[in-house]
């Protein structure tokens, strides 16, 4: 399996703190959210931002940094909530096979290319299927429903 983790910079801590502190009053910024996850070994909630992509009437999550500890802990937990502004939604998460991966991954490339592309070995959001298939297993994909 070719699981792989980014870790964030100085630069990406602040960017995602001040993100984290608009959706904690309510401003999503692109489809931000913050994520609460049990931890796998603690218990406790662990929180985090995240981009919410809606793709085909469908809700999911993609770790653009890989094998993350929010992804390993909800791969864990099965379930988590995302939060903004004082609206608390709780789901239960579905990791999707790589192979169907593809149009997530597609659909997520192109609304945030700009904030992400430096944690995708692609030359872009419009990369063949064939190279979205190679980079799949490096990205946990969820699937969340209410």
């Known amino acids: ?3 792989r983790y980014i870790a964030p910079g100085l630069a990406d801590r602040i960017f995602n703190g ?3 502190g608009l959706a904690r009053v309510g401003i999503t910024l692109y489809g931000s959210r913050i994520l609460a996850v049990r931890g796998r070994k603690s218990g ?5 931002p995240v981009n919410l992509l809606v793709c085909d009437g469908a809700r999911y999550l993609v770790a653009p940094r890989g094998e993350t500890e929010w992804a390993r802990n909800l791969r864990a937990a ?3 909530e995302l939060r903004l502004g004082g609206r608390v939604e709780t789901f239960r998460a579905t990791e999707l096979a790589d192979r169907d991966k593809v149009p997530v991954l597609r ?3 192109v609304q945030w290319w700009f904030e992400v592309k430096r944690f995708f070995d692609l030359a872009g959001p419009n990369a063949s299927d064939e190279d979205l298939v190679r980079i799949a297993a490096r990205h946990p994909v969820f699937r969340i429903e209410s």
Request: hydrophobic share 60%; no cysteine.
């Open 1 to 3: 399996m070719d699981r």
């Open 44 to 48: 406790a909630w662990r929180t985090v």
């Open 78 to 80: 099965g379930a988590g």
């Open 107 to 109: 659909a997520y490339l």
């Open 18 to 20: 001040l993100v984290a």
